[in-house]
């Protein structure tokens, strides 16, 4: 089966940048997404690493390590529409299209 | 291009009553997903459609059905619903042939049973 870990909850402050980590165990590794999900709103895409290395979309950037079977997502000059949940999501066993979520984590932007 | 639609927004239903949820995408992709999800649980796969005539279980598939009606359209199925069945449930569509795996989700159905 297919296995991810993120934190539940992160605080951090309008303008500062604020990392947020996954680890995942899968017996075979096709991506690493990340989603954007606000209070009582649909999921939304924003990135996929299938290579080693970071990928950069604006403020937001995401990590892949596939040795370490880690990634992360950096989000920088936080705004406060920024609050909301953030998924990792990984393709691995069972082919392509399974695709395992984590529990999210819930991040907070402060004033 | 309305992306990935879901019917009803909103249902409540009885122990052991049936019902279908509805979802249509107008992207012209090959996969289609249900999930659901709950507080504290993320998002689990139920079922998806790699492609028109196939469909897969993913995590937790006991206790529902599913229909690709065509490529545009999956419907998830309520056989007998049950209090644990309680849950907000995301349609999702992507292409995978692009090199993109993203996922459009739908609106959800906030589903409840007493």
């Known amino acids: 089966g297919q296995s991810l870990e993120q934190p539940s909850e992160v605080t951090a402050v309008e303008g500062a940048i604020v990392q947020i980590n996954c680890t995942y165990q899968?017996?075979?590794?096709?991506?690493l997404s990340w989603y954007q999900q606000h209070d009582g709103g649909a999921p939304t895409f924003l990135s996929y690493n299938a290579l080693d290395g970071l990928e950069e979309t604006g403020r937001f950037s995401s990590f892949l390590s596939r040795s370490d079977s880690y990634g992360y997502l950096l989000l920088q000059e936080l705004q406060m529409k920024d609050s909301a949940s953030y998924f990792c999501a990984v393709r691995g066993s069972g082919g392509y299209q399974k695709v395992t979520f984590g529990i999210g984590t819930k991040l907070q932007v402060i004033p | 291009n309305a992306g990935v639609t879901q019917t009803p927004k909103f249902q409540v239903l009885k122990t052991g009553q049936s019902m279908t949820l509805q979802c249509a995408q107008d992207?012209?992709?090959?996969?289609m997903y249900w999930y659901r999800q709950d507080p504290g649980m993320g998002l689990r796969l139920i079922y998806y459609?790699?492609?028109?005539?196939?469909?897969d279980k993913g995590e937790v598939p006991n206790g529902y059905n599913v229909s690709r009606l065509n490529k545009r359209e999956f419907s998830l199925r309520l056989e007998s619903a049950a209090p644990s069945q309680t849950s907000v449930y995301f349609c999702a569509s992507s292409e995978a042939e692009t090199g993109s795996y993203e996922q459009y989700f739908g609106p959800g159905t906030r589903l409840t049973v007493t």
């Open positions: 992207m012209n992709h090959n996969s």
């Open positions: 459609s790699a492609s028109e005539g196939t469909t």
């Open positions: 899968t017996s075979g590794f096709y991506g």
